[in-house]
């Protein structure tokens, strides 16, 4: 296994999860990281991605201000802070490693990805 997300939970809207992704040092070496997720009878959409260096980032614009994507190269993590949950933001939630050191919104930019973790948010 070279990508593993952990986080995810049950939680009241309004809360926050902070969702982990540890990656194996020849996954994250060099790789853009994002996240996705997917909620039942949906397809997979983009959440947030990171550059290798961090020194970038995108959100979608249904996250962006309540969500933060960081990483620590050094521990070959990347996480996803998630704040003022919303029901709307229910969905497994996938870390992916870039086919280069961007980041980019379409999956299949992504060649590395992880199994997935449930976040569900009750209103």
């Known amino acids: 296994v070279q990508l593993q997300a952990f986080g995810g939970g049950l939680v009241q809207a309004g809360g926050s999860l902070r969702l982990s992704c540890a990656a194996s040092?020849?996954?994250?070496?060099?790789?853009?990281m994002g996240w996705f997720r997917q909620a039942p009878g949906k397809e997979r959409e983009f959440v947030s991605a990171?550059?290798?260096?961090?020194?970038?980032?995108d959100y979608a614009d249904s996250v962006k201000g309540r969500f933060t994507i960081t990483r620590d190269n050094a521990k070959n993590t990347v996480w996803l802070q998630m704040n003022s949950l919303k029901p709307e933001d229910t969905g497994v939630y996938y870390c992916?490693?870039?086919?280069?050191?961007?980041?980019?919104?379409?999956?299949?930019?992504?060649?590395?990805w992880g199994q997935g973790t449930q976040v569900t948010v009750s209103s």
């Open positions: 992916a490693a870039a086919r280069s050191s961007a980041y980019y919104r379409h999956a299949r930019s992504y060649n590395y």
């Open positions: 040092k020849r996954t994250f070496s060099n790789n853009g």
């Open positions: 990171i550059t290798w260096s961090g020194g970038a980032t």
